[in-house]
């Protein structure tokens, strides 16, 4: 059988969308769907990835009212999700009164792993190590003399011993500074170039060199108070201030007893998340296996963020949680609506950005909470989901807003409702 798809890396996108064309049997519409390559364009998409034949978007929205250290953020988010950039910003203005949020960070030092196997003695391998550290660190820092220059680069060792079914490991994690970058290929880059040096060292041979997503020297907390008033006045006072906080530390407690909410409660942590993430062009995965990873790094699979009741009876909220994204490297300047979404919040550093990212994690999931505990997430998210319901069922233009607002009013927000809608508008 011929392979359609033989040397498709090697054609030209075009050529590529022909070929699938064919194969997936789409109509010029549809692919034409996929040319529309928006602010991205083909160029640089085919620079990017591989065997590419277009590009998908996302809307990019705007989380307001975020004051975050006596500063005004307007966040770029990027999200598919409905109601998530809502409700960030309606968490964000709730925590104003109060002063916003309180944000602090470590150092951006990331941690390279290499893996040693076939040693000997742990404890005079661990000792070669350790004796010859500033010997591996500057070794390591000559294969990045511009992160060195600003005032990053390898800064520490540390050596781990991992037993397995298999043997004894001996794992160095390097600790490098990656200033404003995520830092990933730097990190790899330094771990493979000292390994020959490792081996020589320890008598044994080097399996894995690379970065872990564990980024848990790199942390970013963010704290905000929910006054007993805002609270109670974000359900037009329909119920007490300090109800809605012993709610909302209700719906807590079971994230904190329970993995099964805890996925849940951490997901909405990370709806906000991974919205600024990729809307800076940041990587996400490494950020999602970062935060699930530290999350449960006590052995047991606990919430991102915590809450309790000061003095005052008001909601504090807090987060921590490793945040490695970069404001330079990766795709942060190529991806062209990330370099846009770098201005809009006018960052100075890759430090000051996770912050905001921590600050946007707590929000998005106190209003989450919020949510659950006093109105019913359901209602609100179906109602702004009856858009996408109206498109389903076939609404074009004017249409959508029409059909979105018949099924919310029929109480009846499914496919099966607006497409009866939608016939009755067309007779
Ligand atoms: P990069 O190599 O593109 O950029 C980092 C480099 O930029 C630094 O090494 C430095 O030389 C230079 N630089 C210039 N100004 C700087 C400044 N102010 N601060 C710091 N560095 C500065 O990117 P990276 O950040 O090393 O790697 C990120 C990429 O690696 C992402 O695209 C990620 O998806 C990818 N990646 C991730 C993993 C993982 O997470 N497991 C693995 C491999 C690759």
Redesign the pocket.
């Known amino acids: 059988m011929e392979d359609k798809f033989h040397e498709f890396y090697k054609k030209p996108p075009e050529e590529r969308l022909k070929i699938l064309k064919e194969f997936a049997g789409l109509t010029e519409e549809e692919a034409e769907t996929l040319r529309n390559t928006g602010a991205l364009g083909i160029e640089t998409a085919d620079r990017m990835i591989e065997n590419v034949v277009g590009t998908s978007e996302l809307p990019f929205g705007l989380g307001l009212h975020f004051l975050v250290n006596g500063k005004e953020y307007v966040i770029p988010m990027c999200i598919e999700e409905p109601s998530v950039v809502a409700a960030a910003s309606f968490a964000a203005k709730l925590a104003k009164s109060s002063g916003g949020f309180k944000t602090s960070s470590n150092d951006p030092v990331m941690i390279g792993q290499i893996q040693i196997m076939g040693f000997g003695d742990f404890d005079s391998a661990r000792r070669a190590i350790l004796d010859n550290k500033e010997k591996i660190l500057s070794n390591a820092n000559k294969r990045?003399s511009?992160?060195v220059s600003?005032g990053?680069g390898a800064k520490d060792i540390e050596v781990r011993k991992i037993e397995s079914k298999i043997g004894e490991m001996l794992v160095v994690h390097l600790l490098v500074d990656?200033?404003?970058?995520?830092?990933?290929?730097?990190?790899?880059t330094m771990c493979e170039g000292i390994s020959p040096l490792l081996e020589e060292l320890t008598g044994g041979y080097v399996r894995l060199k690379?970065?872990s997503?564990l980024a848990d020297k790199r942390l970013a907390r963010a704290k905000a108070i929910w006054k007993r008033e805002e609270l109670e006045k974000s359900t037009k006072g329909l119920v007490k201030g300090e109800e809605v906080a012993d709610a909302i530390l209700e719906a807590y407690y079971l994230a904190l007893n329970d993995p099964y909410r805890c996925a849940t409660h951490n997901k909405g942590v990370m709806n906000g998340v991974d919205a600024v993430v990729i809307a800076t062009g940041n990587?996400f995965?490494?950020v999602e296996?970062g935060a699930h990873a530290y999350a449960s790094i006590s052995g047991k699979y606990k919430p991102l963020t915590k809450y309790y009741k000061n003095d005052e009876g008001d909601l504090v909220g807090e987060i921590e949680l490793p945040v490695?994204i970069?404001t330079?490297?990766?795709?942060t300047r190529t991806k062209p609506e990330a370099k846009v979404a770098l201005k809009i919040l006018g960052v100075k550093s890759?430090k000051e950005l996770s912050e905001i990212i921590a600050a946007v994690g707590l929000a998005q999931n106190f209003a989450a909470l919020r949510a659950l505990a006093t109105e019913g997430i359901q209602k609100g998210h179906m109602r702004l989901h009856s858009k996408n319901i109206a498109v389903i069922a076939g609404a074009k233009g004017n249409e959508i807003d029409k059909v979105a607002k018949k099924i919310i009013e029929d109480k009846n927000i499914s496919v099966d409702n607006a497409k009866k809608i939608l016939e009755e508008i067309r007779k």
């Open positions: 990045d511009v992160l600003f990053g990656v200033r404003d970058a995520m830092g990933a290929n730097a990190i790899n690379i970065i997503n990587d995965r490494a296996a490695a970069g330079v490297g990766g795709a890759a």
